[in-house]
């Protein structure tokens, strides 16, 4: 990534009609729709676990250019884990970007590591991994640079110091890394006045 880029957790919401969607958008453009006003998203891991071989297909026409998909990870990867988010990565190939592994287990972020072929970015509240760290809310982000709060104020103050806290913490000559808010209650209203405070300072 070149830039700062935020995205959501999921976009399959029916909350989020009326609001974000139009009233009367297929659920089948959802997916189209959000790509559109955001290019990146974290894939919770049920919903991808949940994924049909062919849905795959569909779910990358629906991103034309350069969009990120994180998938999220809870605990532990396991073998059925590893063998169905590897099946999702051949498909997906370059814009599958990364795992996010929610954990307090030690050798959690290793093991996702060494078997999921995506970069591992662990978010724990008590161990951190590898040598990038960025604590918020409670929450240590470490390994791969992405950045994941759980909840977003509405204060365009703190925005604003949340996203120079995030970008400030990011390694020496790294351009850009994903924001994501992992709260399926967001206001996206609110996510995209961080996208465009984000913009306004050059991010």
Same mark, same amino acid.
């Given at each position: 990534?070149?830039?700062?880029?935020?995205?959501?957790?999921?976009?399959?919401?029916?909350?989020?009609?009326?609001? +974000?969607?139009?009233?009367?958008?297929?659920?089948?453009?959802?997916?189209?729709?959000?790509?559109?006003?955001?290019?990146?998203?974290?894939? =919770?891991?049920?919903?991808?676990?949940?994924?049909?071989?062919?849905?795959?297909?569909?779910?990358?026409?629906?991103?034309?250019?350069?969009?990120?998909? +994180?998938?999220?990870?809870?605990?532990?990867?396991?073998?059925?884990?590893?063998?169905?988010?590897?099946?999702?990565?051949?498909?997906?190939?370059?814009?599958?970007?990364?795992?996010?592994?929610?954990?307090?287990?030690?050798?959690?972020?290793?093991?996702?590591?060494?078997?999921?072929?995506?970069?591992?970015?662990?978010?724990?509240?008590?161990?951190?991994?590898?040598?990038?760290?960025?604590?918020?809310?409670?929450?240590?982000?470490?390994?791969?640079?992405?950045?994941?709060?759980?909840?977003?104020?509405?204060?365009?103050?703190?925005?604003?110091?949340?996203?120079?806290?995030?970008?400030?913490?990011? =390694?020496?000559?790294?351009?850009?890394?994903?924001?994501?808010?992992?709260?399926?209650?967001?206001?996206?209203?609110?996510?995209?006045?961080?996208?465009?405070?984000?913009?306004?300072?050059?991010?």
């Amino acid at each position: 990534m070149e830039n700062l880029q935020v995205g959501a957790y999921g976009w399959n919401y029916d909350s989020w009609v009326g609001s +974000f969607y139009p009233e009367d958008i297929p659920e089948e453009w959802r997916l189209d729709f959000y790509s559109n006003a955001f290019r990146v998203v974290l894939v =919770p891991e049920m919903v991808w676990l949940s994924w049909r071989e062919d849905e795959l297909e569909d779910f990358l026409d629906a991103v034309e250019g350069d969009f990120s998909f +994180f998938f999220e990870v809870i605990d532990e990867f396991t073998d059925s884990k590893q063998l169905k988010l590897n099946r999702i990565v051949d498909v997906f190939e370059s814009c599958a970007k990364g795992v996010v592994i929610f954990s307090e287990q030690d050798d959690a972020a290793d093991i996702a590591a060494e078997y999921s072929l995506l970069p591992v970015t662990l978010v724990s509240k008590s161990i951190s991994f590898g040598a990038w760290q960025w604590e918020q809310q409670g929450y240590i982000c470490s390994g791969e640079p992405c950045g994941v709060v759980l909840d977003l104020s509405t204060d365009a103050k703190l925005q604003t110091n949340l996203l120079k806290s995030f970008m400030n913490s990011l =390694p020496e000559h790294r351009e850009g890394a994903a924001l994501l808010v992992r709260n399926e209650a967001l206001d996206m209203s609110q996510l995209y006045n961080l996208k465009t405070i984000g913009e306004f300072l050059g991010y």
